[in-house]
Nanobody
Framework: QVQLVESGGGLVQVGGSLRLSCAAS????????MGWFRQAPGKEREFVAG????????HYADSVKGRFTIARDGAKNTVYLQMNSLKPEDTAVYSC???????????????????WGQGTQVTVSS
């Protein structure tokens, strides 16, 4: 059984940083595409960042490009999302997801990810 558990969320001031973690069990994250998504109140879930199963490709939403970085640690079976220069509009519940399809590119659609974590709240105060 696949389980994804996020941590690292919290309250941070504008311009601050957070690092989210997604610990996986039941699958080896190095063998699958992994993504981070977020959902703000009253809005659709949206793609934030992803890494392909081979690790050869990463992709970011335009809104976070240059500020967020996705990485994974095979030894810890964990995926990270480093978030810098946070803005109030980054406030949302952040969830990690696992894509079992072995495409060379990063999937950005919610429906392409089969397994999801429960999410962690990130709040950026101004």
């Amino acid at each position: 059984q696949v389980q994804l558990v996020e941590s690292g969320g919290g309250l941070v001031q504008v311009g601050g940083s957070l690092r989210l973690s997604c610990a996986a069990s039941g699958r080896t994250v190095s063998n699958y595409g992994m993504g981070w998504f977020r959902q703000a109140p009253g809005k659709e879930r949206e793609f934030v960042a992803g890494i392909s199963w081979s690790g050869g490709s990463t992709h970011y939403a335009d809104s976070v490009k240059g500020r967020f970085t996705i990485a994974r640690d095979g030894a810890k079976n964990t995926v990270y999302l480093q978030m810098n220069s946070l803005k109030p509009e980054d406030t949302a519940v952040y969830s990690c997801a696992l894509d079992t399809g072995h495409t060379a590119w990063v999937q950005t659609w919610v429906r392409e990810y089969e397994y999801w974590g429960q999410g962690t709240q990130v709040t950026v105060s101004s």
